[in-house]
């Protein structure tokens, strides 16, 4: 229980002349955080109660990302009155800034598709992947709902859905694995559906080139358009894209851009009211049971009731580096995430304070990140391409460069209090350059100077003189490399077994044999990339049951109080079953809690 709902149980304790029980109730935390934030109108712990009503409802959801407004378009077609509450200006948060993968087992779109799926083989592998960590019931939840919550978005919004082909699960030879993959994505929409609210929705991570409609499944092929006929090809068909939206005068939207505005529009049509620029300050509860969220609004403070429940979807703690320092493993920080930059752990500090136990808050969506000048820069195929490795500052490998980007990340927090790898360095040489895109990079052009000069890259003409530049040792970056391209050259990986997994040839060349994913580099100059442990947001939070309920440590519920996303410890435990673990999960408990709250409601 949180130190917050001791002076909670004394207050109420205390037999008070004239004070109502509203105003006593009103002092569990939310009071307390108001009159530390100094909002106006708040004059101390008993005011909590007596704020302005801004409105009632049945459902009060905190976040307009993938999970809250999965779980308001949910309760809204459940008959329920539902209003969000967004901390931001814009509306998505981290999702609409994704690639927007999204990893359900058995959904309908692979099924039309042809993926042999089955329930069966979902179960083996999520148990296999995710380990003790997660309890069979809440995994149980997630399989079993979530393909019936895509076939609900699909019926109330104008999302529909792309199978991923070929992105494989991150671990296909595990049982119940698929190496051709479960992933969807959300296809094409027209932003003009929104009409003036699509100036709200929050920005891409990554800006699609002009005039061109991509998905994250043409990503891979673009890497390659320098070198592959289906690179090129693909390129042509997202300029063709681009091009027929713009003589139809279309707003073209994919990826998590999609994916947001498509939920949006869900709620346009449900008549569900999305308050921007309304943080959540605390959680109000009523002899114990939470009914209500205290938020700032319009500069003043104020509650909104809640009848039957709140669902705090509201993202994780990425940019809280109090939180970072306190849970996390260090070197860390706030500027290695890509995560929205307004998810600070707002409702998983309420959900804390109401009594909830917090799971998982060491670990994150972690992936090897560049830290670019402008941002982080979260790396997919670079570290994969052929001709690629990772070195350590010892000038050593340590990992299959071609690994699950969590599984890097893990490997360089678990070895660096004795074998230094934060920071590591992406090594490449000018074929690798001349062959394929990096970040938005066309083959052959210069990096940015800015990228030299912040640390962040390095150039050099040896492999000696590359060592000197980012301080390693130049005798063991040669033996390295040389190591490295014999490995390559003989196309099996020996030392970390990188190419065994189905897994690693995604982001790899085909035209590379006997191995699509190594490559000698031989080819002057040479180039190193600092490479840091990034994250798409962190994963820990409230512990939920299987009805998305939020639990305290002794196993009992808080009334009233669910959450889902990264405000919830993750399905996923420490572990990531493939591309879309992390809005796949979030939108399907968002989906079950409110079905929990309507089924409650109506009982």
Not at 173 to 182: A, C, D, F, T, V
Not at 365 to 392: D, H, K, M, S
Not at 427 to 435: A, E, G, K, L, P
Not at 479 to 506: I, P
Request: net charge neutral.
């Amino acid at each position: 229980m949180s130190t917050s709902a001791d002076p909670a149980r004394r207050i109420e304790s205390i037999s008070t002349a004239g004070a109502s029980r509203r105003r006593v109730l009103g002092a569990t935390g939310a009071g307390l955080a108001l009159a530390a934030a100094g909002l106006p109108g708040v004059g101390g712990p008993a005011d909590a109660a007596d704020l302005p009503l801004l409105g009632t409802y049945d459902v009060v959801v905190i976040g307009s990302g993938a999970a809250g407004m999965t779980a308001a378009l949910t309760a809204a077609k459940q008959g329920l009155s539902c209003v969000v509450v967004e901390k931001a200006a814009t509306f998505g948060g981290s999702a609409a800034r994704s690639g927007a993968g999204i990893w359900i087992p058995n959904n309908p779109v692979i099924l039309a598709a042809g993926v042999p799926d089955t329930p069966a083989k979902a179960a083996a592998y999520l148990a296999a992947v995710v380990g003790p960590d997660v309890s069979a019931d809440r995994q149980r939840a997630f399989l079993g709902h979530g393909p019936a919550m895509i076939s609900f978005v699909m019926a109330n919004s104008p999302l529909r859905f792309r199978w991923m082909e070929g992105y494989s699960d991150y671990y296909p030879e595990l049982s119940g694995g698929l190496p051709n993959g479960r992933s969807i994505e959300p296809d094409q929409l027209d932003g003009n559906i929104l009409g003036a609210e699509l100036a709200h929705l929050n920005p891409s991570y990554m800006a699609v080139p002009a005039g061109m409609v991509v998905f994250s499944a043409d990503y891979k092929w673009l890497t390659l358009s320098a070198v592959s006929v289906k690179g090129l090809a693909v390129a042509a068909e997202c300029l063709a894209r681009g091009t027929k939206a713009a003589l139809l005068g279309q707003k073209p939207l994919t990826m998590g851009q999609s994916l947001a505005a498509g939920l949006r529009a869900g709620l346009l049509a449900a008549e569900v009211p999305v308050w921007l620029n309304t943080p959540l300050t605390d959680l109000y509860r009523e002899d114990g049971t939470v009914t209500g969220a205290v938020v700032a609004r319009g500069g003043s403070a104020g509650l909104v009731r809640a009848r039957h429940g709140v669902v705090v979807g509201s993202g994780g703690f990425e940019h809280n580096a109090a939180m970072r320092d306190q849970y996390q493993r260090r070197p860390i920080g706030t500027g290695w995430t890509v995560g929205a930059k307004e998810n600070t752990g707002d409702g998983i500090r309420a959900g804390e304070r109401a009594g909830a136990a917090l799971d998982l808050m060491d670990d994150a969506w972690w992936g090897p990140a560049i830290p670019l000048p402008e941002q982080p820069y979260f790396c997919l195929a670079e570290r994969t391409l052929p001709g690629g490795l990772l070195v350590n500052a010892a000038g050593a490998r340590f990992v299959n460069e071609a690994a699950p980007y969590s599984d890097v990340v893990h490997t360089m927090y678990e070895r660096n209090p004795t074998a230094p790898d934060i920071p590591a360095w992406l090594i490449v040489d000018q074929n690798y350059r001349n062959r394929y895109l990096f970040k938005d990079i066309a083959p052959t052009l210069a990096f940015p100077g800015s990228w030299y000069d912040s640390g962040a890259a390095q150039k050099a003409w040896t492999l000696d003189a590359l060592a000197g530049r980012i301080g390693m040792p130049a005798a063991a970056l040669r033996a390295t490399v040389n190591r490295f391209n014999s490995l390559a050259l003989s196309g099996d990986d020996t030392d970390f077994r990188r190419g065994d997994s189905t897994y690693d040839h995604y982001y790899s060349d085909p035209a590379i044999v006997p191995n699509s994913s190594l490559a000698p580099l031989w080819l002057a100059p040479y180039y190193a990339f600092k490479i840091v442990p990034g994250d798409l947001g962190t994963k820990g939070g409230m512990r939920t049951d299987a009805r998305a309920r939020v639990l305290r440590a002794d196993g009992s519920v808080i009334p009233g109080l669910y959450a889902a996303g990264n405000a919830s410890a993750a399905v996923m435990g420490h572990s990531y079953a493939g591309a879309g673990s992390t809005i796949g999960p979030a939108m399907t408990f968002g989906y079950i809690a409110a079905l929990d709250i309507a089924a409650a409601a109506g009982s």
